[in-house]
Antibody, heavy 123, light 110 residues
Framework: QLQLQESGPGLVKPSETLSLTCIVS??????????WGWIRQPPGKGLEWIAS???????YYNPSIKSRVTISVDTSKNQFSLKLSSVTAADTAVYYC???????????????WGQGTLVTVPS | QSALTQPASVSGSPGQSITISCTGT?????????VSWYQQHPGKAPKLMIY???RRPSGVSNRFSGSKSGNTASLTISGLQADDEADYSC??????????FGGGTKLTVL
């Protein structure tokens, strides 16, 4: 059974860089069927797609936040990571990592999610 | 890339049906058959309920159905049950390996 687990600090100071890692277990991250991504949800608000990465290293970003975001993958550790620079209180959110399946052998959507991790940036 | 538009809230009584709309543009919802819907209970991660506009993953009740017309996708829940009370979000592929979510809809079962 595929599992995703986010890890990283729960508190980041304003103007610093938020760093999160998603450890994937139960399947290889090196598959051409999947994108691996980060999605966040500010308290009481909707979901926002941040970025996705292919196992090959190809990266894709939400234009609204692209200038501050870096997503990377480490296939040897079966994990991928997110860095968000120059954070402000507006970046306070639950951050989820998720898999997006593109193959007809699975469900084409964000089919597996981590439990989410709350990152707080004090104002 | 603007968020898809969903009603903030909907409600219905047990046994009734409700429909949640999700409006985008021809660059996302209307441009691809790749709208998905997610159910999220408080404090939990989202769960995929509908994919490719109308398809339902195994294990998801057939009370949940998806449809689409032009730039608007819809999620219908029939035979409402207490456990259906949750937040529901739509998501669409928006081209160039990017995605956009809706603002979410809170479903209250009266």
């Amino acid at each position: 059974q595929l599992q995703l687990q986010e890890s990283g600090p729960g508190l980041v100071k304003p103007s610093e860089t938020l760093s999160l890692t998603c450890i994937v277990s139960g399947d290889s991250i090196s598959s051409s069927y999947y994108y691996w991504g980060w999605i966040r949800q500010p308290p009481g608000k909707g979901l926002e797609w941040i970025a996705s990465i292919f196992y090959s290293g190809s990266t894709y970003y939400n234009p609204s936040i692209k200038s501050r975001v870096t997503i990377s993958v480490d296939t040897s550790k079966n994990q991928f990571s997110l860095k968000l620079s120059s954070v402000t209180a507006a970046d306070t959110a639950v951050y989820y990592c998720a898999r997006y399946c593109t193959s007809t052998t699975c469900y084409v959507g964000f089919d597996y999610w981590g439990q989410g991790t709350l990152v707080t940036v004090p104002s | 890339q603007s968020a898809l538009t969903q009603p903030a809230s909907v409600s219905g009584s047990p046994g009734q049906s409700i429909t949640i709309s999700c409006t985008g543009t021809s660059s996302d919802v209307g441009g691809y058959d790749l709208v998905s819907w997610y159910q999220q209970h408080p404090g939990k991660a989202p769960k995929l309920m509908i994919y490719e506009d109308i398809r339902r993953p195994s294990g998801v009740s057939n009370r949940f159905s998806g449809s689409k017309s032009g730039n608007t996708a819809s999620l219908t829940i029939s035979g409402l049950q207490a456990d259906d009370e949750a937040d529901y979000s739509c998501c669409s592929y928006a081209g160039n390996s990017t995605w956009v979510f809706g603002g979410g809809t809170k479903l209250t079962v009266l």
